[in-house]
């Protein structure tokens, strides 16, 4: 079994900054892409930024500029550098990581709790 844990978010005023973390722990043999994304409310979910295996980064417009992915493989954990933050960020964040368990061949998809973002202006 496989568990993802999110921590980082909170409240920020406007223009500061928040990292994001998503740690996947149990039976993790390796993680293909990692993903951030987010749902406002009353809004539908939107992929914010995206990670390969290798480094390769992926971006939404509306972030590009302010926020960065990153990962760390040794932990199985990725990040969400969110800087020069704007109330338009406010949301739930969830990361989502495609996981191969250890012993088996193919991977899974698997979803963090969510971390509520907000940004007071």
């Given at each position: 079994?496989?568990?993802?844990?999110?921590?980082?978010?909170?409240?920020?005023?406007?223009?500061?900054?928040?990292?994001?973390?998503?740690?996947?722990?149990?039976s993790?043999?390796?993680?293909?892409?990692?993903?951030?994304?987010?749902?406002?409310?009353?809004?539908?979910?939107?992929?914010?930024?995206t990670?390969?295996?290798?480094?390769?980064?992926?971006?939404?417009?509306?972030?590009?500029?302010r926020?960065t992915?990153?990962?760390?493989?040794?932990?199985?954990?990725?990040?969400?550098?969110?800087?020069?933050?704007?109330?338009?960020?406010?949301?739930?964040?969830?990361?989502?990581?495609?996981?191969?368990?250890?012993?088996?061949?193919?991977?899974?998809?698997?979803?963090?709790?969510?971390?509520?973002?907000t940004?007071?202006?």
């Open positions: 079994q496989v568990q993802l844990v999110e921590s980082g978010g909170g409240l920020v005023q406007a223009g500061g900054s928040l990292r994001l973390s998503c740690a996947a722990s149990g993790v043999s390796s993680i293909n892409n990692m993903v951030w994304y987010r749902q406002a409310q009353g809004k539908q979910r939107e992929l914010v930024a990670i390969t295996r290798v480094g390769s980064t992926n971006y939404a417009d509306s972030v590009k500029g926020f992915i990153s990962r760390d493989n040794a932990k199985n954990t990725v990040y969400l550098q969110m800087n020069s933050l704007i109330p338009e960020d406010t949301a739930v964040y969830y990361c989502e990581q495609d996981v191969v368990p250890k012993g088996g061949r193919y991977s899974k998809d698997y979803w963090g709790q969510g971390t509520q973002v940004v007071s202006s």
